[in-house]
């Protein structure tokens, strides 16, 4: 009388597995779509998949992903799951190195953390703008660290109540220098300097290269400076 309930078990069990198969073999391009109004979001939908499927290293899957937040079904939380970065890596046929979900993952959340802090730039600029005075100094610098180091070290401008912009430097013939990113830091000379002397202990004395000293109130330029250097003037400056 019961001998024939778990052959309807394993049947349930086999229908189960044979669906769960069918899920997992849909297009991977079908799988991303789905995430995507086309009614709206068509445009977003076919340029970023145009990045996934060319890119080659995790950090550019990543970049895409931060294009992704103006879809409507996606959000901080769902992107850093194993289920959302699988969709990515089934586009995403092209990557060399860095493939793993865990990888990507961490790529993920360095550009969520660095993007955070790009609206709480936008909105410090906004709430209390910047006034020069006559212990104003200003400093142009490169960085010589990756993406996931630059939070860091937003994090410790942050922290000094400033803001980091960047800044385009033009070469003699009037056209700008798009090799490296330059970025400024303008503050209270103080305050410069403690974040600078931060951003050594914490990144290295080589992190900030090719570094520009102005100061307003002794009305002078320095340039390739190191960053030892430039924490001097600082110091000196108060």
Known sequence: ?????PLAIQSCSVSSTL?????????????YRELFDMAKESRLFED?????????????????V???????SVNSDRVVTKEFISILLGVATHLRKGSSVNN???????????DRWKAREKESRESKPFRINENTIT???????????????QDIIHQMDMVLSRVTVSHFDGHPDTAFPVYQLQGASSSVAAALRQICD?????????????????GFERSHLTLSQTIQLAENEY
């Open 139 to 153: 400093v142009n610098f490169s960085v010589t660290f990756d993406r996931d180091k630059f939070a860091l070290m």
């Open 19 to 31: 669906k769960h198969i069918e899920m997992d073999e849909k297009d991977p391009i079908e799988k």
């Open 104 to 114: 990507l993952r961490e790529h993920i959340n360095s550009i969520i953390a660095r």
């Open 48 to 64: 970023t998949l145009s990045l996934l499927q060319r890119a080659t290293k995790a950090r550019e899957v990543a970049e895409v």
């Open 202 to 218: 914490s990144l290295g004395t080589d992190s900030l290269t090719d570094m520009r000293y102005a100061s307003e109130s002794y």
């Open 1 to 5: 009388m019961f001998r024939n309930r």
């Open 66 to 72: 931060a294009r992704l937040f103006g879809v409507g």
